[in-house]
């Protein structure tokens, strides 16, 4: 083979091999500045303290700061606009959490469509909410409340952190479901509702799980189930909703987006370095002292899992006729 020959077939494999080089090179040299990640919950709550949790292993790892920026308001919707109309370049992630999929039916004049605008990265944990009852209820299971619900209707007053919120939606799925009338009292927050399910003044609530233990271990209230698919470690005893309800699931859940548009090697690289935190039995530990339990995947089965949760509150919120307060 002569010198132009060899030359030339250089000269093709390099060509050939040059457009995966800037994907490449971005992906090993990301992050190169401190990089935002969006919470749409005040300070103190779960999201944040999954996100400051996350974040802080993610600047260990990656070696540049993952700084929390909380942004509450509108019921999440100021945060997430802001997260997700960002430039799409890896450096401002937003904190997906569940009222993102309860939100898109709940409010009708949102300036963004979540499922469009989102790239989904990395889910990262689930936790359950607990339904508890006043020791005054006389029911000490979910069958013996919905016979008793439905023996007293319109009685039992059912307390909720707020109209569309996380809580509030579990629990008129499991009227949906079970078929009972119970009447809705809102409040401003889980823990004023709380305070007045401690009070008497409403009956029973979907609440949860660190709220609420130390009061069922304290015998102040009754828990009945819980609304995971599976019973939790810190309630052994207790059913799950779906062992009498069977289909019934409410979880909280948390993960990572990002603009859509955001390269790909940057989600990629970021779901890779998510998964491998979860993977750490320390993470894992302090989840659990959270009521989470990890929950690892790809970006498309976090996409996937995002749209079927949309669409299952969805259902919820026009059965319930739900709209934006």
């Known amino acids: 083979m002569n010198f132009s020959r060899r030359r030339f077939l250089r000269l093709t494999v390099a060509a050939a091999g040059s457009p995966a080089l800037p994907s490449m090179a971005k992906a090993q040299t990301y992050p190169m500045r401190p990089v935002r990640l969006i919470v ?5 709550g779960a999201p944040d303290t999954i996100a400051r949790l996350m974040g802080q292993r993610l600047s260990e790892r990656l070696g540049q700061p993952f700084i929390v920026d909380n942004r509450p308001g509108a019921g999440g919707n100021i945060g997430t606009e802001f997260g997700i109309r960002a430039t799409p370049d890896g450096y401002t992630l937003l904190m997906a959490i569940s009222a993102n999929a ?3 039916s709940v409010y009708q004049d ?12 990395a889910s990262i944990a689930r936790s359950s909410l607990v339904m508890v009852v006043h020791p005054s209820v006389p029911a000490r299971s979910v069958p013996e409340f919905i016979a008793y619900a439905k023996a007293n209707p319109g009685t039992l007053n059912m307390g909720s952190s707020g109209n569309g919120s996380p809580l509030h939606v579990a629990g008129e799925l499991f009227k949906m479901m079970a078929q009972v009338d119970l009447v809705l009292v809102p409040f ?3 823990a004023p509702a709380l305070i007045a399910l401690l009070g008497g003044q409403v009956q029973v609530m979907f609440a949860t799980l660190p709220e609420t233990v130390g009061h069922i271990k304290a015998g102040e209230l009754r828990p009945l189930a819980v609304t995971a698919a599976t019973r939790q470690m810190v309630l052994p005893d207790v059913p799950t909703m779906s062992e ?12 990572v987006v990002v603009p859509t548009n955001t390269p790909a090697e940057v989600v990629d690289m970021l779901n ?9 039995p320390k993470i894992e530990a302090q989840l659990a002292r959270l009521g989470a339990v990890k929950f690892a995947g790809s970006p498309a089965a976090f996409g ?5 949760e949309t669409r299952k509150w969805a259902k919820v919120v026009e059965f319930a006729g739900i709209k934006a307060e």
């Open 40 to 44: 749409t919950t005040p300070a103190g």
């Open 102 to 104: 309860i939100s898109a």
């Open 110 to 121: 949102l300036r963004f469509n979540f499922i469009r605008d989102a790239a989904p990265v």
């Open 188 to 190: 401003r927050g889980g």
């Open 244 to 255: 009498f309800l069977p289909g019934y699931e409410a979880s909280g859940w948390y993960g």
């Open 272 to 280: 890779k370095e998510i998964n491998a935190t979860l993977a750490e």
């Open 304 to 308: 996937d899992f995002i749209a079927a």
